[in-house]
């Protein structure tokens, strides 16, 4: 700032600021919760070419903005005040840490001339979210407001995607400066090598047993097409991360099934016995390796080959043989262009790894008069292609990733946090930035419960969702626990829920409550041709735990 700036009236504040470099880099939206903290920054996207979606808690801001960088790739925004703003939103920084997704939180904070007096809803950010940021800074003068800001988006993107929370002191937004937007920061991603191509064609050519694992958040339409036609030169099959199944199509003949909660154990039994395991842009954590038990290293030979783009997790959860740092979209193209000559026939193998598959998802029959399995094996094979799904947690997600097929990229959201209340937010801005698609949000009731008052930021805004509530009247997944450990002994998973067919009306919805499997095809249809978001409640028997589970099983 010059020494002239300083005086001068007609400058723009630090919010005006704030908004214009986020203009240059190019956010056309920003999910907020408003605090008197940053008006400067409400008052900078006033009349700017920025939407600011208005949400009624800050986690659902938070989730707003994680699910907006798994739909662009680009970092979701959201702007939530100090102290209870700040707390409430930190959901939605874990989620993006676990599911490494670009994502910038920027914090109102106190003057900085009160930093460190414990004032008002004053929190030191750096301890608070360190851990889960990638970077953590609070603004210290209004010049280098364009400098952060643009660092910010650097570091989200760059490596292995995540959050970053940026703080605003409320004094610094009020000072005024000629500072200009800075250009974008251009992210130069690592390329595989020569040797490392090399290498891998030769582990593929000479495998008996091999298994691809896509996943991970940096992937693409043209990933799928491209891994699609690598399966299908190599014969190799291919199985998904958890909560990644849209990185490879469910109804290809080389699918093999995703490592979730509760996964196939016949799947499981694959990872252990296959001669060469890809990692394919996927971390390969705690839940798709089953609790870091599979794959078992004693008294095998197995290659285990990672590709992933920060070499921060290559080695970190499992021994790695060739490790290639590198987004996974340009090993798949480098790939491309390398003929493979496959040395032994894979049939044999491939074929058993679907034909696991195919078993998994046969539909089992369950207790009570709404048959969930039917209802999910209706909708994958009745919604358009392009129709996103998104889910919170709990054990109505288990039948959702067992019966439903997503076929192609950008159509699975769910967190791989496990965070319950995610389903409606992520919803919500799915269909913000695809308003041509069909959005269907399932949630089970203990999860709709966590963030049900985004309802009105649909209604707000007009946002034509289709709400399923799988109602069974408990936190389901906690109650299979409980069966498990405690069998007859309920404590704290009982879940009393409002009419939500007259809470969607009162919100001006649609809504309609399905009591029979029968009724199901012609209400959904019914809710998709509705001139306004929409809701069903599906009344499922709490009997049925999960896919594989009954409350009374578990007793016996």
């Not at 992210?187 to 091999?210: F, G, M, N, Y």
């Not at 799928?224 to 199985?239: D, R, Y």
């Not at 921060?312 to 740092?325: P, R, S, V």
Request: charged share 20%.
């Amino acid at each position: 700032m010059t020494a002239k700036s300083q005086f001068n009236t007609n400058l723009p504040h630090g919010g005006i600021i704030l908004v214009r470099q986020l203009v240059r880099e190019q956010v056309s939206r920003v999910f907020s919760v408003p605090g008197e903290s940053f008006l400067n920054v409400l008052d900078g996207l006033y009349n700017s070419t920025i939407q600011n979606i208005v949400c009624r808690n800050e986690s659902g801001a938070s989730f707003m903005a994680e699910a907006y960088g798994k739909l662009t790739g680009r970092p979701g925004i959201a702007f939530v005040t100090r102290g209870p703003g700040a707390s409430n939103a930190s959901g939605g920084i874990h989620a993006a840490k676990q599911d490494s997704t670009p994502m910038i939180l920027f914090i109102g904070q106190v003057k900085s001339t009160h930093r460190g007096r414990e004032a008002f809803q004053e929190i030191n950010y750096s301890k608070f979210l360190g851990d889960q940021c990638k970077w953590v800074h609070e603004i210290q003068s209004v010049d280098e407001i364009p400098k952060v800001v643009g660092k910010a988006f650097f570091v989200a993107r760059s490596g292995r995607p995540g959050p970053v929370a940026i703080s605003l002191p409320e004094d610094i937004l009020d000072q005024k400066s000629d500072v200009e937007p800075q250009r974008p920061i251009a992210l130069h991603p690592s390329l595989p090598t020569k040797t490392q191509l090399e290498k891998l064609v030769s582990c593929i050519e000479t495998t008996t047993q091999p298994l691809i694992v896509a996943g991970g958040s940096l992937w693409s339409q043209k990933c799928n097409q491209m891994l699609e036609e690598l399966s299908h030169k190599t014969g190799i099959p291919v199985a998904t991360a958890f909560r990644r199944q849209d990185r490879f199509n469910n109804q290809h003949p080389n699918y093999a099934g995703d490592l979730t909660v509760g996964m196939n154990l016949k799947l499981a039994e694959i990872v252990d016995e296959c001669d060469l395991l890809l990692l394919l842009g996927t971390r390969f954590g705690d839940i798709p390796s089953k609790g870091f038990t599979i794959p078992s290293m004693q008294g095998r030979k197995k290659t285990i080959v990672h590709n992933y783009p920060s070499s921060e997790e290559i080695g970190l959860n499992h021994k790695t043989d060739l490790a290639i740092c590198c987004q996974p979209q340009d090993l798949l193209v480098a790939i491309s262009s390398i003929p493979v000559q496959m040395k032994n026939d894979l049939t044999a193998w491939t074929s058993k790894c679907r034909s696991s598959y195919q078993q998994w998802i046969r539909v089992r029959d369950v207790p009570g008069q709404v048959k969930f399995p039917e209802i999910l094996t209706w909708l994958s094979n009745n919604l358009p292609e392009d129709t996103i799904i998104t889910n919170g947690a709990g054990n109505y997600a288990a039948f959702m990733h067992r019966y439903f097929q997503p076929k192609r990229f950008g159509t699975q959201f769910g967190s791989t946090s496990g965070s319950m209340g995610y389903g409606l937010p992520a919803a919500i801005s799915a269909k913000l930035e695809h308003p041509e698609r069909t959005v269907v949000c399932l949630a089970g009731d203990g999860c709709l419960q966590m963030s049900i008052n985004e309802m009105s930021t649909i209604s707000q805004y007009g946002i034509k969702v289709i709400v399923l509530v799988a109602n069974n009247g408990i936190f389901g997944t906690i109650r299979m626990h409980q069966e498990r450990a405690f069998p007859h002994r309920v404590s704290g998973t009982d879940l009393f829920n409002p009419d939500y067919v007259m809470l969607a009306n009162a919100y001006g919805w649609h809504g309609e409550r399905v009591a029979e499997t029968s009724q199901f095809a012609e209400t959904f249809e019914r809710s998709l041709h509705a001139d306004k978001p929409a809701l069903i409640e599906l009344q499922l028997d709490p009997e049925a735990l999960s896919p594989n589970e009954t409350i009374s099983g578990l007793r016996t």
